[in-house]
């Protein structure tokens, strides 16, 4: 019993110590202009990390550099709403981003709408039109 318990509390220990965790929530402070104390991080992956807070949500991908654990992340949410607004010339805070299912968004505004496929899996963040929607 007392080796589960120790197992549980290392597993736990090692979860709130997650360097993407704390990667993802320190960019969504400067991509939501918001406090760490007011955002809600929820792992949902190795290297996604979904994090609300200030009335926002944002899909974080946080890829582990090759040797280091050191790791940057990328608002997906964010990239699919700047391709959208470059290819159909709105302002962003005119659009609405929803996430579909993993990695692909549904962005909408200025009497259109597109679906994009977006990964910063292998360090260049990008979304792609996702042609089977």
């Not at 918001?34 to 944002?58: F, K, P």
């Not at 549904?106 to 990964?119: F, L």
Request: proline share 3%; hydrophobic share 35%.
């Amino acid at each position: 019993m007392t080796r589960v318990v120790l197992v549980v509390a290392g597993l736990l220990a090692l979860s709130a110590c997650s360097p993407g965790l704390s990667a993802a929530k320190r960019q969504a402070e400067v991509d939501f202009a918001c406090d760490s104390s007011d955002l809600e991080t929820t792992r949902r992956s190795n290297d996604t990390y979904i994090v609300r807070g200030c009335g926002r949500t944002g899909v974080y991908q946080c890829p582990t550099g090759v040797g280091t654990d050191h790791r940057w992340c990328s608002n997906l949410t964010i990239l699919a709403n700047q391709r959208f607004a470059a290819e159909f010339s709105c302002a962003e805070s005119e659009l609405s981003v929803s996430e579909l299912s993993p990695y692909v968004f549904r962005v909408s505004g200025c009497d259109n709408q597109a679906t994009y496929h977006c990964s910063a899996a292998d360090g260049s963040p990008r979304c792609t039109v996702d042609a089977a929607r």
